[in-house]
């Protein structure tokens, strides 16, 4: 039986939502000394928004929490919840020095296991310390290791190697197990301009090319900047990109004012993201093929006839 249909049309999507027992800066209340998942679900569960994307730092043991209480609180429900999986890259090329973060979205269908296996094969290029200790993200283990680590993308590109298979790692085959989306605010690469040393802006592109889509807010010319397929130093030519923006939520607070809300507050600009498909991840990559016509960001429903 078809759970969608009506078929393809604007729907709210969120894919940067931190969940309670975030491995950083979990700023959600406890429940007797607990992550507070069932308050975490109810507010998703009632929330308009189609697709959330669930996401921790160097490991995905709060979305398998997620699902599993979500599953139990409304197992009629077709919410789609995403793993997704928020890196640390050992370069920066903003003025500031950040190191770019980088963001896995897997498909739902990711197994424990699975999840278990490719953060085994994930090496870090090594956390802080006396030793700059090089381990695994299944190994991290104190805040500290959390707060340090960073993986490449050579690193990366072996690990869902080893985890789905020689085929994974082509550019036509990876998305079937995950995208790559890239952050382009401040956390992240740089948007368009002659401005800056030559050799970040070489790394930017080379994480642009690797990407499958980025995240950044509406007030930026960023969308515009990743639909140009000449955007890339030299003549070198790529592929436009999705753009989506999240609530990136840390807390009940943050959850509660911007899932599916509009934020222009405190110095905080964060749009809704729509999405013209089936909540879905086959319909998340129809964005790929169609990032123009299936990704909006901004306040009202596109294409909304007015009464």
């Not at 759970?3 to 709210?12: A, I, L, M, Q, T």
């Not at 592929?239 to 809300?261: M, N, Q, R, W």
Request: glycine letters at 6%; charged letters at 30%; aromatic letters at 8%.
């Amino acid at each position: 039986m078809n759970k969608h249909p009506r078929g393809s049309e604007w729907r709210k999507w969120d894919l940067h939502v931190h969940a309670p027992g975030n491995k950083m800066n979990d700023g959600y209340a406890a429940n007797s000394g607990e992550p507070d998942l069932a308050k975490f679900c109810q507010i998703l569960h009632d929330s308009d928004v189609a697709a959330v994307a669930v996401a921790d730092y160097f490991s995905l043991d709060s979305y398998f929490a997620v699902r599993q209480k979500y599953t139990e609180m409304f197992p009629d429900d077709d919410k789609l919840l995403l793993p997704n999986l928020e890196l640390r890259l050992p370069v920066a090329v903003n003025r500031e020095g950040q190191n770019v973060n980088l963001h896995l979205i897997f498909r739902p269908t990711l197994t424990k296991d699975e999840a278990d296996k490719f953060l085994g094969h994930l090496t870090t290029e090594g956390t802080s310390g006396a030793t700059k200790t090089r381990t695994t993200c299944k190994d991290l283990a104190t805040s500290d290791q959390f707060n340090s680590a960073t993986v490449s993308l050579d690193n990366i590109e072996r690990a869902i190697k080893d985890t789905f298979g020689e085929h994974a790692v082509h550019r036509s085959e990876r998305p079937q197990h995950v995208l790559i989306v890239a952050s382009a605010k401040g956390d992240g690469i740089r948007v368009g301009g002659n401005n800056g040393i030559q050799r970040k802006r070489l790394l930017s592109d080379e994480i642009d090319k690797y990407s499958d889509g980025f995240y950044a807010n509406a007030s930026s010319k960023s969308r515009e900047y990743f639909l140009n397929a000449n955007r890339l130093e030299g003549d070198e030519k790529t592929v436009p990109k999705p753009v989506f923006d999240g609530c990136d939520a840390h807390s009940f607070e943050d959850l509660e004012t911007g899932l599916g809300k509009h934020i222009t507050d405190s110095g905080s600009h964060r749009n809704i993201t729509w999405i013209k498909a089936d909540p879905t991840f086959a319909g998340l990559l129809q964005t790929l093929i169609e990032p123009d016509e299936r990704v909006a960001i901004q306040v009202a429903e596109p294409d909304l006839k007015e009464p």
